[in-house]
């Protein structure tokens, strides 16, 4: 709960703030960018939202912000309760943003995919009943991807609760050591004819993405849609800029390519953006349409 004791000098004056607990993870900019604002080492509200659809947004923000640095000194119940059944979120397809980013996992994001076969958790959001009965709804959780280390959250609760398997890298393992799946190696594993699995090693050693129906290309910390260059962004290694990355082609193979870049159903590299819709998650692109 944000403490108006700690309220960030920088926020402008009304109803919504960030208090100085701020992580600066980016949740809020992404699902608010209207209201909020990078400022030197926190977010902070820069315009209060006005339209209803601002407030909502800004209500999605102080739901999945992961440290509960956003507050609103006179709260709207009834938007609040609106915003809380946003999640999951629907970006497109049958792809969803979970919201609700655990602290313990940095403030990821984490994403849902609905499949005939089974649906896939990507990195874990907060053990949440709301979030647990809504997977329910859609047919629970197969399979837990890990895109590295960092980005666990609450998996081992939804795995427990769904039985479902966890993936995860050797290289990344100590970080769930009884996880169901471990993909060794840096070969490119064809999980099923819509789930492709891509060790890229860089951020940690164990790196892996998901690619999703040859379209979603879920990247963890990998790369990134940065929306300050309008372009992609490499995970930095070592305090430097990532040059290298990976390119599938149709015959799954894997080969050092620079830029980074989504590839095509045809295994072509393609310039990728990010999903349509409000809010604009990290760690997921898609090929242009
Ligand atoms: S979502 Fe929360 S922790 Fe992240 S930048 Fe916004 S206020 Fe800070």
Redesign the pocket.
């Known amino acids: 709960m944000a403490d108006v004791a700690k309220r960030l000098s920088t926020n402008i004056d009304g109803n919504f703030f960030?208090d100085a607990t701020?992580?600066?993870?980016?949740?809020?900019?992404q699902l608010a960018p209207k209201s909020?604002v990078e400022n030197g080492e926190?977010?902070s509200v820069y315009r209060q939202p006005e339209t209803e659809s601002e407030r909502y947004q800004a209500y999605q923000?102080l739901l999945?912000?992961?440290?509960g640095?956003?507050g609103a000194l006179v709260p709207d119940k009834a938007v609040m309760r609106a915003a809380t059944e946003s999640f999951p979120m629907l970006i497109e397809d049958n792809v969803f943003y979970n919201g609700f980013n655990s602290e313990k996992s940095f403030?990821a994001n984490s994403y849902f995919i609905r499949h005939p076969e089974g649906n896939w958790l990507v990195d874990a959001p907060r053990y949440m009943k709301k979030l647990v009965d809504a997977f329910e709804r859609m047919g629970g959780i197969a399979y837990i991807f890990l895109t590295h280390e960092d980005d666990i959250g609450d998996a081992p609760r939804y795995a427990k609760h769904f039985r479902a398997k966890r993936v995860i890298h050797r290289a990344d393992a100590d970080a769930q050591p009884d996880a169901e799946w471990i993909i060794d190696g840096l070969d490119v594993v064809e999980a099923s004819p819509d789930f492709r699995i891509i060790p890229v090693p860089g951020h940690t050693d164990g790196s892996m993405a998901l690619l999703y129906r040859n379209c979603y290309l879920f990247t963890g910390d990998h790369m990134a849609w940065d929306r300050e260059i309008n372009g992609l962004r490499l995970a930095p290694i070592g305090g430097e800029a990532a040059s290298v990355s990976i390119r599938v082609d149709p015959s799954g193979s894997r080969r050092p390519h620079a830029p980074a870049c989504c590839t095509d159903a045809r295994g072509a590299a393609t310039s990728a953006r990010a999903p349509r819709g409000q809010g604009v998650p990290f760690g997921l692109l898609r090929t242009p349409r």
């Open positions: 960030v701020c992580i600066n993870r980016d949740t809020c900019r909020f926190y977010s923000a999945a912000c992961p440290v640095s956003i403030g």
